[in-house]
């Protein structure tokens, strides 16, 4: 089955969080199977900081036909997030007051903002209530505060590898890639590359969280005990690097990189357990044993203050991208927390 790929249209005038105001704005989004007429089937899927408006791409372990979520069986959507480069509006689009490229002038967004802008496709397509809404890393940030601010829409919440707050040790991870972007001269240029090789080296930055000393132990060893130079760790470095410039750009990673730093659902909320109180969807906490960058301590607070939500771990030797690896695990998880009523005891998965 084939996925729809569609365009949504907002020509209204878009109030940011922050202040500033998109005078409209279109989102790129992605539906795959057929919609129960009581909503019954339908899954929205959040994506991650560099993903697509194409889950069964990015995540094809667990999305596509005969996969746990199957669009024989379930509607699904994922929209491409509000800055992005892969057709929504961002800072490559055309800013209508000047009629040329926003570039650098494009407003920071927050959190709130891009779920906003979900908020008003759900309404666009009539979707009454969201069965499952699932996300993992900038993906879950955006599900978790969703269901803060539309609490009545959603049945079931799956976090996964994400917070309720970025932590400083992210924020930092998040810095040095933009200060790689900066150090890049053709950064200030009015230009769609501008910042290219610089973001090179931020993705470069960004894999070191994203993996962990044990990943890069076992897929990066050297190829002989006597090696002194042309290291298989260098060279994948500079492949992810050379791979990531083809497909992104560095204005997107700025902006996005920007966002998950803000993220923060207690703001002008009394406070982050507060704002964790105010979900109403059974949930489940997905944590990964070996995540540096989103430390399963951060899932295990989420977990204790959303009500009767559920804590699992999953074990990955990649770290924080196991979430996008790990499909038969997470698979079993969620299968085993969804035919669970009542409380689900941890579970021992390989």
């Known amino acids: 089955m084939q996925p729809e790929k569609k365009v949504f249209k907002y020509p209204y005038t878009y109030s940011l969080e922050l202040g500033r105001e998109l005078h409209g704005f279109e989102l790129a989004y992605t539906t795959y199977g057929t919609r129960n007429e009581d909503d019954s089937n339908v899954v929205w899927v959040c ?22 979520f199957d669009p024989a069986r379930h509607f699904i959507v994922c929209a491409n997030v509000l800055g992005s480069t892969y057709g929504s509006t961002s800072a490559l689009s055309t800013n209508p007051d000047t009629f040329e490229p926003y570039y650098h002038e494009f407003p ?4 709130r903002d ?9 309404q666009e397509l009539e979707i009454r209530r969201i069965s499952v809404c699932i996300g993992g890393s900038l993906g879950g940030q955006q599900a978790l505060e969703w269901a803060i601010q539309a609490p009545d829409v959603f049945d079931e919440l799956i ?19 933009r200060m790689a972007i900066e150090s890049d001269p053709s950064w200030k240029d009015r230009n769609p590359e501008a910042g290219t090789h610089g973001m090179k080296v931020a993705r470069s930055i960004a894999l070191l ?6 990943t890069y132990n076992f897929t990066q060893a050297r190829d002989n005990p006597d090696q002194t130079d042309d290291f298989r760790a260098s060279s994948y470095q500079r492949y992810q690097g050379d791979k990531f410039m083809r497909r992104f750009n560095a204005f997107a990673y700025w902006t996005l990189t920007k966002v998950m730093d803000s993220h923060n659902v207690g703001r002008n909320r009394g406070g982050i357990v507060h704002a964790l109180g105010m979900v109403k969807a059974r949930t489940l906490v997905l944590g990964i044993k070996s995540d540096i960058l989103f430390p ?12 009767d939500a559920v804590y699992q771990e999953i074990d990955s030797l990649y770290g924080h991208d196991g979430f996008l690896i790990e499909y038969k695990q997470l698979s079993q998880v969620i ?15 390989q």
């Open 335 to 349: 299968k085993a927390w969804q035919e669970s009523k009542g409380r689900l005891e941890p579970l021992s998965v």
């Open 108 to 111: 920071v967004i927050t959190v």
């Open 47 to 68: 994506h991650a900081l560099t993903g697509s408006a194409n889950a069964a791409e990015w995540w094809d372990g667990l999305i596509g036909e005969g996969k746990y």
């Open 209 to 214: 969280s994203y993996r962990n000393y044990d």
């Open 114 to 122: 891009i779920v906003g802008t979900m908020d008003l496709l759900r």
């Open 296 to 307: 399963v301590a951060e899932q295990q607070f989420q977990a204790r203050h959303i009500p």
């Open 159 to 177: 976090l996964i590898a994400s917070n309720a707050v970025h932590s400083p040790w992210g924020v930092a991870f998040n810095e040095s890639q």
